[in-house]
């Protein structure tokens, strides 16, 4: 019986975990070095903070009318943004992210309607000048954020990598969204728990997986409480508020890049979230605003 090993580490601001099956451990840990590093290469490559990402320069260019230039896999993410944002009409936009501005989730802070407001003109893909090749934001308050499908792209990127390595059997956990990159050795699936929106260190439910993926999207991650109103970070950009309907969705598909955005997607929709993802064909499972559990499978031949 081949082994698994486990290993963890901090990206993207949350923890992460690797399960990796191998005849040994010195094959285990060089195939998952491998897929952190790259966990870490896109962590770098995408994310605000640095000034040297591509996400930085082409926000550090906004309202200036310079086109930045994108390589093929910024422009697969790119195109894929664009797409999900013309299926979600307008609910999925990368460049919603400058509604941090004004939503401190640490500091508990509600901020008044007029500095909500304030930001909305800034908001908007449409604004965004993309030919496919290069990029250019129009107005100079824009910005790009890929917070809202990057830690997916880096789960089945590593989960990928893992595979290259010869690891037929595996999964990669970045916070709670899962790809998995084989089954056990004997066939048999992994158990993989769905957190609990409202009892940390639970879990809501538990399903098997032997290939694909499994991602979440709740509004428990970051959140606060005023006057007994929950006040979550995913933020409708045509409004600029919270979302209330759901405490968490969770989908099975194919790919952990798609999944998360269907998760992330039907938290923005609301009442219509259901029929949303039956439209999609996935399996899925939701909570609801009063704890209500929803599970539902698309129907078999």
């Known amino acids: 019986m081949i082994p698994d090993f486990g290993f963890e580490f901090d990206a993207m601001g949350t923890v992460c975990q690797l399960r990796v099956c191998a005849h040994s451990q010195v094959l285990a840990e060089a195939a998952a070095q491998r897929a952190i590093g790259e ?42 943004a664009d797409t999900l944002y013309e299926a979600s009409a307008g609910r999925f936009d990368i460049t919603s992210g400058i509604l941090r501005r004004v939503w401190d989730f640490k500091a508990a802070r509600v901020p008044s309607a007029a500095e909500v407001d304030a930001l909305l003109p800034d908001i908007g893909w449409f604004q965004a000048d993309w030919d496919g090749e ?12 890929f917070g809202g499908f990057a830690k997916e792209y880096a789960a089945d990127r590593a989960a990928a990598v893992l595979h290259e390595a010869g690891i037929a059997g595996g999964t990669v956990n970045l916070g709670g969204d899962v790809s998995v990159v084989g089954p056990h050795p004997g066939g048999h699936p992994w158990k993989i728990g769905i957190a609990h929106p409202r009892r940390p260190g639970d879990v809501v439910a538990s399903i098997d997986l032997s290939h694909g993926a499994l991602a979440t999207s709740g509004d428990y991650e970051r959140s606060f409480e005023v006057d007994g109103r929950r006040y979550c970070h995913i933020l409708d950009p045509r ?33 219509e979230a259901h029929d949303f993802l039956r439209g999609q064909g996935v399996a899925f499972l939701t909570v609801d605003a009063g704890g209500h559990l929803h599970r539902e499978k698309p129907d078999g031949p």
């Open 134 to 145: 290069s990029l250019a934001l129009r107005r100079p308050g824009m910005e790009l954020d």
């Open 239 to 271: 409004t600029g508020w919270p979302v209330t309907r759901w405490q968490s969705v969770s989908v099975v598909g194919p790919a952990c890049l798609a999944a998360g955005a269907l998760t992330t997607i039907a938290m923005l929709m609301g009442d």
């Open 39 to 80: 966990v870490r290469r896109i962590e770098a490559k995408y994310s605000r903070y640095r000034p040297d990402s591509i996400v930085s320069r082409i926000n550090a260019a906004a309202g200036t009318g310079e086109r930045i230039a994108v390589d093929d896999e910024t422009a697969g993410l790119l195109r894929f």
